[in-house]
Structures are given as C-alpha cells and as structure tokens.
C-alpha cells in the first residue's frame, strides 16, 4: 500500500479559530464562468441592505481586488447554496448571507465567492469489501482530480487493517492517481483511523480551505478510534468531509453489519461538517457526480467573522447560516457547518 516519495514534515496542532493572515480575492461577487449545474442569482432584484449586527469587534473595511490583514480571531465558514433542483446557486452577495453563533447574529467581515485553492486528503478505502468496488473508486478519483486547480495541493491515505500516508502534499495529481492504481484491496477495514490520519495530516496545510474526501463503502471493523471520538475531532478540525460511497445491493449476499451501518457513518461524518455523501452505484454517473463534488468544493462562498463572544472556554458554538435571498427565486438551501470548539487561547 506505500506510495510515498516525499519526505512527511512534522505535524502543528491546528485549531478551528486562527489568529490568522487571510488573503482573498474580492473582484467580484460573481464568478466569471459558471460551474456546471450552477444557479446564477441577478442581485439587481435583491433585498435593501438590512441593519448590521451589534457587536464588539470592529469591522474590516473590504477593498476590491485588496488583501485583508488581520490580527483578531477570525471564523471562516464555508458555505454552499443549492436550489430545489441541487444545483449550485451562484451570484449572491454578502448582504445576502446571516450568520448566528448561539442564537446571536454576528457581522460578517469577510466575504469571498472566489475559487480559492484547495489542500485535499484523498482517503481510499483498500480493504477486502472494496474488491468488487475498486475499479469505480480509481474512476472516481480520476474524475475528482480532473477538477483541480493548478494551486490545489493533495495528499492520499489508503486503509485496510492500518491507515497508512501513502504520499505527502503534491501538486502532481497524476501521481496521487498512480498510487491509487497501483493499490491492492485487502484485509479489513480501519476507516475512523483512516479519518483520524487524514486531520491529523491536514494540519500541515498551506491553505485555510480544507477538505477530506472519501472513497469507501463506509464499513469498519478494525480501527482503534471509536465511532464517538472521531465524531469529536471531525467537529473540533476545520476541515470539510466529503464521501462518495460505495454499496453494494440490498440483497447482496456478503453483506457484513459493518457494512450495513457504512451509510450512516458516512452521513454523520460529513453533514456536521457542511459536506456530503453521494452514492457511487453506477460507473457512468462517476464522472458528473464526482464533478459535481469538486464544484462545489472550489466554488463556494466563505464567510468570516470575529465572534462577539470572546470567551475562549474550549465550549461548544453552534453556528447556523441563513440566508435572505433575492425576490422571486425558489426557496434555497444552505449546507455548512455546524458549529465548532472555542479553544483556549
């Protein structure tokens, strides 16, 4: 399963809110090509611009085309809108957007729906239940890294009985592809640990947006982490869960419990994360939904914003973002985070 030439650098412990340089691009709040399955909003028909929240952090006045620097804590939120149709729906300003921490709206002070570059953990499922599913996992792969952008970086973790870094962050993507290839399912199936590598890993990031995406069929019967204690990192990292998953039929007759309950874990890891599963059943529909996937990863809104409590107490925030869309558009839907870990400073 070892497919790794670069030499792995240490790891830095992360945190959800950083003390942070944040560089994005605000030319505009439109993209200039659309991704495909893509909504376009014409904010001429928008909202008046509402009221501000109150709050005791100041502003940061955004100049197009500028680069923000800040020294106060700063959550960023990554946040996709779908229409009734689960297309993406581009073209929505700041004004448009709402966030809540606790029950108490806060000021968004950065905003950005540019395609920002990506750092990716590809997490591969090798173990012997993926034997009659891994030539859709590498199509899969394929399509996903066919989305990249040149600034992108990716690393790739493949698990049977042991979670293993089988290549450290590159840019080349048809090497993570030759590694991918090159694997052999096997043996069981340790994905939390999987999982715990892959956040752990991600921490040496170069890029505040992060993600996760997995290829399995969701089962695990060997890891050393338990379901609870993942489910607690993934909501402590900031870092966004995807799947693509991989089942095999109702009836198939080698169907253990594990993989049974594959579904909801996958489900439960992502959502809380703004992400998602997409099931990978036919091989003709891996490409556009693994397209689909690396759209709106790359192409979603960030928000950022200094929380108004600043009361760091390693305590549970929830966050909820709402959105107050144009007039005469069909309801929409938000998928984001939900919430994260005040550390201690």
């Not at 680069?67 to 300003?93: H, S, Y």
């Not at 998928?335 to 400073?345: F, L, R, S, T």
């Amino acid at each position: 399963m070892r497919c790794n030439r670069h030499r792995l650098r240490s790891f830095v412990s992360g945190v959800c809110l950083v003390s942070c340089l944040l560089q994005l691009s605000f030319d505009s709040p439109v993209f200039s090509q659309s991704p495909p399955n893509a909504t376009s909003i014409d904010s001429s028909h928008a909202f008046p611009p509402p009221i501000k929240a109150r709050h005791d952090s100041p502003g940061v006045i955004i100049q197009p085309g500028k680069v923000i620097r800040t020294e106060v804590d700063l959550a960023l939120v990554n946040v996709t809108v779908t229409d009734p149709f689960d297309r993406m729906v581009i073209g929505l300003d700041q004004d448009n957007f709402r966030v809540y921490e606790d029950g108490v709206e806060q000021e968004i002070i950065a905003f950005s729906s540019e395609d920002i570059p990506v750092s990716v953990g590809v997490i591969l499922d090798l173990s012997g239940s993926m034997k009659n599913k891994i030539g859709k996992a590498r199509a899969a792969i394929t399509e996903f890294l066919r989305t990249a952008n040149k600034d992108d970086d990716f690393f790739l973790v493949g698990f049977n009985a042991h979670a293993e870094l089988m290549s450290t962050f590159t840019h080349d993507s048809e090497y993570i592809q030759s590694c991918v290839f090159s694997a052999t399912p096997n043996g069981p199936t340790a994905l939390l640990d999987a999982v715990y590598l892959g956040i752990s890993y991600m921490k040496t990031s170069k890029h505040t947006k992060r993600a996760l995406f997995i290829f399995s069929d969701g089962g695990d019967n060997h890891s050393r982490h338990s379901r609870g204690e993942i489910k607690q990192l993934v909501r402590e990292a900031d870092v966004q869960l995807y799947a693509i998953g991989f089942y095999d039929p109702l009836g198939y007759p080698y169907k253990t419990p594990e993989e049974m309950h594959g579904p909801s874990l996958l489900e439960e890891l992502t959502e809380m994360t703004g992400g998602q599963v997409s099931p990978g059943g036919h091989l003709e529909d891996l490409p556009a939904i693994a397209a689909k996937i690396g759209a709106e990863l790359r192409n979603q809104y960030v928000l950022g914003y200094t929380p108004s409590n600043h009361v760091y107490d390693g305590q549970w925030r929830k966050i909820r973002v709402r959105l107050r869309p144009p007039r005469g558009v069909p309801p929409l839907l938000v998928h984001a985070k939900i919430g994260y870990y005040a550390k201690p400073q």
